[in-house]
T-cell receptor, first 114, second 120 residues
Framework: AQSVTQPDIHITVSEGASLELRCNYS??????LFWYVQSPGQGLQLLLKYFSGDTLVQGIKGFEAEFKRSQSSFNLRKPSVHWSDAAEYFCAVGARWDDYKLSFGAGTTVTVRA | GAVVSQHPSRVICKSGTSVKIECRSLDFQATTMFWYRQFPKQSLMLMATSNEGSKATYEQGVEKDKFLINHASLTLSTLTVTSAHPEDSSFYIC????????????????FGPGTRLTVL
């Protein structure tokens, strides 16, 4: 069965510091991989996605993620965090053969301190 | 573009009553809508997949008689929680995409802001 693990429940970073959020998956084949951000009162917003090709993908808001097949990981990074990056971040996987349904990780809450 | 709305944003009801949540695609036609449930500090769990004009497909463990889903038009899907109980209290989120649109990729699944249901 497919599963998505986000090991870090809560991360606190200083504004301007770098951020890395971890995501590991277990899937029948290489799935489509996503990172979403959820702010209070707002819907999930897609940050970036990986389908195939270059394993380092760039997203919106200065985020990037790297797919590592050998580690079944898709970690999200940002070199310099802004206070507005405080939110809940979800890693998700999906596949064409699974009718594009998304399986989500438990999420990581990011707090940014001044 | 690609905005999905949900109504209401919050609802409080008494145990035993039914509650209807609407999910609308405002500027595109959604052939498929997904309904998720999210518990505090937990992940989104897919409840069902709703295709316009046909019966919803429910995930294992989701009671179809308890969570009635209707997708009667290309812009509206509704989730009705019947005979609600306190354990049904949760955050319900819908998403929508248009599978018919050529070139639509898997990422074009747009999420609503969610509905907070509290059952007393």
């Amino acid at each position: 069965a497919q599963s998505v693990t986000q090991p870090d429940i809560h991360i606190t970073v200083s504004e301007g510091a770098s951020l890395e959020l971890r995501c590991n998956y277990s899937y029948g084949a290489t799935p489509y991989l996503f990172w979403y951000v959820q702010s209070p009162g707002q819907g999930l917003q897609l940050l970036l996605k990986y389908f195939s090709g270059d394993t380092l993908v760039q997203g919106i808001k200065g985020f990037e993620a790297e797919f590592k097949r050998s580690q079944s990981s898709f970690n999200l990074r940002k070199p310099s965090v802004h206070w507005s990056d405080a939110a809940e971040y979800f890693c998700a996987v999906g596949a064409r053969w699974d009718d594009y349904k998304l399986s989500f990780g438990a999420g990581t809450t990011v707090t940014v301190r001044a | 573009g690609a905005v999905v709305s949900q109504h209401p944003s919050r609802v409080i009801c008494k145990s035993g009553t039914s509650v209807k949540i609407e999910c609308r695609s405002l500027d595109f036609q959604a052939t498929t809508m997904f309904w998720y449930r999210q518990f505090p500090k937990q992940s989104l769990m897919l409840m069902a997949t709703s295709n316009e004009g046909s019966k919803a497909t429910y995930e294992q463990g989701v009671e179809k008689d308890k969570f009635l889903i209707n997708h009667a038009s290309l812009t509206l899907s509704t989730l009705t929680v019947t005979s609600a109980h306190p354990e049904d209290s949760s955050f319900y989120i819908c998403s929508a995409r248009d599978f018919r649109n050529p070139g639509t990729s898997i990422d074009e699944q747009f999420f609503g802001p969610g509905t907070r249901l509290t059952v007393l």
